[in-house]
């Protein structure tokens, strides 16, 4: 497929998603921007978040993955089922009964302005870098499979991709990618049923021959329980599991943002138990798909794409699907995927991270009413060139798997929204607030040290996931060390 045919196809695409936008935006108001006017169906904001959490990320990083962890990852997707029941039956309550805009008001009603802005920076953090690690793996196949054709930098190709979002989230928010979002999963997951059915199809193989073959059985391990002392034990990728999924997405605005604009809890609550269920069967199609890739690759000769000088696991599903000599079909189905994946979870970001800014640093709410638009549509522009220069900065110092490095970020700087949240929920006690910042500091500053440590240190244990729920005790300690004497 030529960068010009791709260049028409994304054109194509976001002509689709802008003219979505002009529908759902035509009210251009700030309820709509951040709640859809709280008139989401549930099965619709189901659908659409499973593209928001597998995002690009998951539809090239995972099946790049396989060959150097094999399925061991369905493990940590077997933990975040268990944390979407968790969120769906804990957490969401808490933001329906509240009737929050921002989930972090919870904590200014518990605790005071500090924890409240303190829950809101590790939010902030969290996301710009969830986002920016996402929109760069776009960013480079966009690169590596179009631009450099036309010698066009990399810089150049980032900010076209975010100016992108910028315009068909400008005025629907929310509203618009509760809508955009259902037909970029759609997307999604008919690209990776027709990637696996065509490369099936070049090897001669049925699904079921497949399946049965002794070349996936080389890649499919899926339970680690030799020694617990390495990193992706099954213990520790399940716990772990079950914690990103609290985090990322009961405690992150992105993705509770989506599920506050349904009409009421119990549709909310439908929305997350369902959603769940589709997101760990479509994760799995992924492994398969990622096996799949190897097997062709190693049948063809394919060696794995290099950038920069370096071999990039992440660009093997783009090389086989648009020069591995297949159908064309393929190609567009690959690209549709693509841009869908990478765009349903950057779209949402940028809306939650304009949303939170406004709400939990910019008390827009209590801003004249003639200054509220004008304030968002601001704030919006300003999100917009902040993911620009982290994405640019990750092109130079990102080293390894992308799905792996999220993750593991993810570990250090949800870590105290973890701490600061259970704290609220399950004690009765109330903490020096003032004091906060200074606990959600020491731990992540404790969790980095102990995350350094070398294995042969700890007998050979290699710390993984499990970091986040020890980020999050290490916050909770410290807030027992400040709360306030009866």
Same mark, same amino acid.
């Given at each position: ?66 060959? *150097?962890?094999? /399925?061991?990852?369905?493990?940590? #997707? &077997? !933990?975040?089922?268990?944390?979407? @029941?968790? %969120? $769906?039956? =804990? +957490? ?26 303190? *829950?809101?920076? /590790?939010?902030?953090?969290?996301? #710009? &870098? !969830?986002?920016?690690?996402?929109? @760069?793996? %776009? $960013?480079? =196949? +966009? ?43 759609? @997307?999604?997951?008919?690209? =990776? ?44 990728? @399940? ?248």
């Amino acid at each position: 497929m030529s960068a010009t045919q791709i260049l028409i196809l994304i054109a194509a695409y976001f002509g689709v998603l802008i003219l979505i936008s002009y529908f759902t935006g035509k009210n251009d108001n700030n309820d709509d921007f951040f709640k859809a006017g709280k008139q989401s169906p549930w099965y619709i904001v189901a659908f659409g978040m499973v593209g928001a959490s597998l995002s690009g990320v998951t539809f090239i990083s995972v099946p790049g993955w396989i060959e *150097g962890s094999q /399925f061991s990852y369905f493990q940590v #997707v &077997l !933990g975040y089922m268990v944390g979407y @029941f968790v %969120v $769906a039956y =804990v +957490l969401l309550p808490i933001y329906y009964k509240l009737n929050v805009t921002s989930i972090y008001e919870y904590l200014l009603q518990r605790f005071g302005v500090v924890s409240h802005k303190t *829950g809101a920076f /590790f939010f902030f953090l969290s996301r #710009v &870098l !969830g986002a920016a690690f996402r929109l @760069f793996l %776009v $960013a480079i =196949v +966009l690169q590596q499979f179009v631009f450099n054709a036309w010698n066009v930098p990399f810089e150049v190709t980032v900010v076209i991709s975010i100016l992108l979002i910028w315009i068909y989230t400008n005025k629907g928010g929310i509203k618009t990618i509760v809508w955009t979002d259902t037909l970029q999963t759609l @997307f999604m997951i008919v690209a =990776v049923i027709l990637s696996i059915y065509f490369i099936n199809d070049s090897l001669g193989w049925s699904f079921g021959e497949f399946l049965a073959s002794s070349e996936l059985k080389e890649y499919s391990k899926v339970f680690v329980t030799d020694s617990f002392l390495e990193r992706s034990h099954f213990l520790k990728s @399940f716990v772990g599991g079950m914690f990103i999924t609290i985090c990322m997405t009961g405690l992150d605005q992105d993705m509770m943002q989506k599920n506050l604009t349904c009409k009421s809890l119990k549709d909310a609550q439908k929305n997350m138990v369902s959603f769940s269920i589709v997101l760990v069967i479509v994760t799995f199609l992924f492994m398969l798909l990622g096996a799949l890739l190897y097997i062709y690759a190693n049948e063809h000769n394919i060696a794995m794409p290099l950038m920069d000088g370096k071999p990039r696991t992440d660009l093997l599903f783009p090389e086989i699907a648009l020069n591995g000599g297949l159908s064309i079909t393929l190609a567009i189905t690959f690209m549709l995927g693509l841009i869908a994946a990478a765009y349903s979870s950057a779209d949402s970001a940028l809306t939650s991270l304009t949303t939170s800014f406004c709400v939990d640093f910019l008390n827009i709410e209590k801003k004249p009413k003639e200054l509220q638009k004008s304030v968002r549509k601001k704030a919006h522009i300003g999100m917009s060139i902040m993911l620009v220069i982290v994405i640019i900065i990750f092109k130079y110092v990102l080293t390894s798997n992308v799905i792996d490095s999220l993750l593991t970020v993810a570990g250090y700087t949800y870590g105290p929204l973890l701490g600061l949240f259970a704290f609220g929920i399950f004690t009765k006690y109330q903490v020096k607030d003032k004091y906060v910042w200074v606990v959600a500091v020491c731990s992540v500053i404790l969790i980095t040290l102990i995350g350094s440590i070398p294995p042969e240190k700890l007998g050979g244990y290699v710390l993984g996931y499990e970091l986040l729920p020890i980020n999050g005790l290490l916050t909770f300690i410290g807030l027992l060390l400040i709360r306030k004497k009866n």
